[in-house]
């Protein structure tokens, strides 16, 4: 079982719409959790980090449910803009960040 | 500012060569990773350094991979004898420290073909 999954996609949404993300991780003791976006053949880039009280930061919106092993993001009013991979990261109790395959976001007009 | 810079861009290799792919830091980070993602796969941990300590090797694939970072800052990774296995797009990061509460900030990465 691979330690943090996510599904792979594509989601193909229009302009406007809400999109969810889930993400589950394997390893209980995980203690910091992201969300990184990655443009094509580009370096990944933090989007924001996921509190267990859950955050918010303009259109996006991050949840973390510990009990479950369960981490979400949510996109309000896609932009074409916000088509790239994102990618569901944990960091454990050592400082390396473990990377889900990531799930590809599609905008259309 | 600047920020994580990587060299080459490309490099292409013949196996069985080996190969020198360097990093350079944000300057004032102590902390230092390499990743590598090959086509279709996440991103996978290879190594990393913190400050003076001993450096985290848990996710080097062989004994033919090695890192190096010296006076804390350039780092070095080195495949020996390099194997099409080993073709990925290999990404240096690095933070202010170790830790969830810092960022990490990623290079653009060296993309390695091995023939």
């Known amino acids: 079982r691979k330690e943090v999954e996510q599904d792979p996609g594509p989601f193909n949404v229009p302009e406007g719409a809400t999109v969810a993300f889930n993400c589950t991780y394997s390893?209980?003791?995980?203690?910091?959790f992201f969300w990184y976006r990655q443009d094509c053949r580009k370096e990944p880039k933090l989007l924001m980090s996921?509190?267990?009280s859950g955050n918010e930061d303009g259109r996006f919106t991050a949840q973390l449910n510990r009990a479950s092993q369960y981490i979400s993001l949510l996109i309000r009013d896609s932009k074409l803009s916000d088509s790239a991979t994102y990618l569901c990261?944990?960091?454990?109790?050592?400082?390396?960040?473990?990377f889900g395959t990531g799930t590809r976001l599609q905008v259309f007009p | 500012g600047a920020g994580v810079s990587q060299s080459p861009s490309n490099k292409v290799t013949e196996k069985g060569k080996d190969v020198e792919l360097r990093c350079d830091p944000i300057?004032?980070?102590?902390?230092l990773y390499w990743y590598r993602q090959s086509l279709g796969q996440g991103l996978e941990f290879l190594i990393y350094?913190?400050?003076?300590?001993?450096?985290?090797k848990s996710g080097l694939p062989s004994d033919r991979f090695s890192a190096e970072r010296t006076g804390g800052s350039v780092s070095t990774l080195t495949i020996q004898r390099t194997q099409q296995e080993d073709s990925a797009v290999y990404l240096c990061?690095?933070?202010?420290?170790?830790?969830?509460?810092?960022?990490?900030?990623f290079g653009p990465g060296t993309r390695l073909t091995v023939l």
């Open positions: 300057s004032g980070h102590t902390a």
């Open positions: 996921v509190y267990s």
């Open positions: 990061a690095s933070s202010l420290s170790s830790g969830g509460a810092y960022e990490q900030f």
């Open positions: 990261v944990v960091m454990g109790d050592t400082d390396k960040l473990i």
């Open positions: 350094f913190q400050g003076n300590s001993a450096p985290d």
């Open positions: 390893n209980s003791a995980s203690q910091s």
